[in-house]
Each structure stands twice: as structure tokens, then as C-alpha cells.
């Protein structure tokens, strides 16, 4: 079955614009976690959704950083006033829900994002 | 800096020889997983470990978590080729959290 999608895979964008990245999950997976990497190290944790609602927002690491998912499903990461410490790759991931305390989270490719 | 340290950051070894990856966390390890990342690819899913002591194995890679639950062991037996990556370790800090801290990843090179 199709696993977790990215678009778009690579994002070159200016200082200063506006920027959305966005994840499709598993189809009936509730749970979905946004997180971004920079080169050489590990994912680090942006936010998370059960269902529409950010269920725990505290990786965002400033205002400039939004993300939504209205109708449960698919999520679009928001990044303001890019700056070029935002260059990372953004991975989506996507879990079957909070049914039990931990689940495997499957991972999409990941968006790279460069900011000039 | 990481909340899980990854050592070696970086491993070269001989195809068909075995290896070991460690995992260490000053704090109790909640849901520690393992996951394996091709370069420009996403993470994918090897092995989850949760109770202290527990250990998983699946084809020629074993993982141990270890009775304390701070630390982590990835062993794979009579490497190949395909097994070449980068090897990330991720634990839940609170026990039913959904949020992953990762290490720093050990990059892995298996020479022929």
C-alpha cells in the first residue's frame, strides 16, 4: 500500500519568503509528527497531531514555524520569513494512533529545504 | 546537542564481519526503536523495544535493550552490502509520549 508522501521533495526558496511543505499519511493513520533533520544529525521533533488537533506543539521552535491538518488527514508544515538556519529536511511520519502507548511511526522522504 | 549519544558516529567495517551499534541515554528509555536511513531517503522501521532486558531480532540484526532501559545495542551478524546506512536510535522521554528524541545516527560502510 502507499506509504507516507512528501511534496514537494526539494525546495529552494529566498531569505525572507514564505514557504509550505506538505504530508500526505497513511490512509487511516491518526497520528501524524512533523520533524526536521539537518545534515549529520537525528530528526529532532517539531510537532505532533491526533486527529485535526496539534496534540503537542513544543518542537516549533518559533512563531514563524505553523502547522495544520483541518480535516484530519493530510498536513501542511508553514514556515514565515524563512531564514537560512531553517535549511533541514522536514520529515513527516505517521502513526495508527494512540491505541497504544507506543507506536511505530512510518516515515515519508522528507522535504529538503534550502534557504538562499 | 542529542539526548541520545550514538556511538561509533561512524563504522567501516569488512563485508561478512559483525558489528555492534550502541545507544546510551542518561535517563530511563521509554519505546527505544531503531530505525535505518539511506542518504536523501526517510527512516525506515527496524525494531521497537519497550520492556527492560527485552531483545528482537529480524534476518541477521539484533537489538537489546538493556535491563536499566538506558541504553541500546543493534547487532547485525555477517554484514552485507545492503545493510550500508546510516542507523538512528529514537526513545519516547516520557512513558506513553508520542514525540521522539533521536542520537546523531552511525553511519555505516560495508566494504567488499
Known amino acids: 500500500g502507499a506509504g507516507v508522501s512528501q511534496t514537494p521533495s526539494n525546495k529552494v526558496t529566498e531569505k525572507g519568503k514564505y514557504v509550505e511543505l506538505r504530508c500526505d499519511p497513511i490512509s487511516g493513520h491518526t497520528a501524524l509528527y512533523w520533524y526536521r533533520q539537518s545534515l549529520g544529525q537525528g530528526p529532532e521533533f517539531l510537532i505532533y497531531?491526533?486527529?485535526?488537533?496539534?496534540?503537542?506543539d513544543s518542537g516549533l521552535p518559533n512563531d514563524r514555524f505553523f502547522a495544520v491538518r483541518p480535516e484530519g488527514s493530510v498536513s501542511t508544515l508553514k514556515i514565515q520569513r524563512t531564514e537560512r538556519g531553517d535549511s533541514a529536511v522536514y520529515l513527516c511520519a505517521s502513526s495508527p494512533g494512540a491505541t497504544s502507548s507506543y507506536n511505530e511511526q512510518f516515515f515519508g522522504p522528507g522535504t529538503r529545504l534550502t534557504v538562499l | 546537542s542529542q539526548e541520545l549519544e550514538q556511538s561509533p558516529q561512524s563504522l567501516i567495517v569488512q563485508e561478512g564481519k559483525n558489528l555492534t551499534i550502541n545507544c546510551t541515554s542518561s535517563?530511563?528509555?521509554?519505546?527505544l526503536y531503531w530505525y535505518k536511513q539511506k542518504y536523501g531517503e526517510g527512516l525506515i522501521f527496524l525494531m521497537m523495544?519497550?520492556?527492560?532486558?527485552e531483545e528482537k531480532s529480524h534476518e541477521k540484526i539484533t537489538a537489546k535493550l538493556d535491563e536499566k532501559k538506558q541504553q541500546s545495542s543493534l547487532h547485525i551478524t555477517a554484514s552485507q552490502p545492503s545493510h550500508a546506512g546510516i542507523y538512528l536510535c529514537?526513545?519516547?522521554?516520557?512513558?506513553?509520549?508520542?514525540?521522539?528524541?533521536f542520537g546523531q545516527g552511525t553511519r555505516l560502510t560495508i566494504n567488499p
Open positions: 529514537g526513545a519516547a522521554r516520557i512513558q506513553g509520549a508520542q514525540k521522539l528524541v
Open positions: 535517563k530511563t528509555l521509554y519505546g
Open positions: 523495544l519497550q520492556k527492560g532486558g
Open positions: 497531531f491526533q486527529g485535526t488537533g496539534a496534540a503537542d
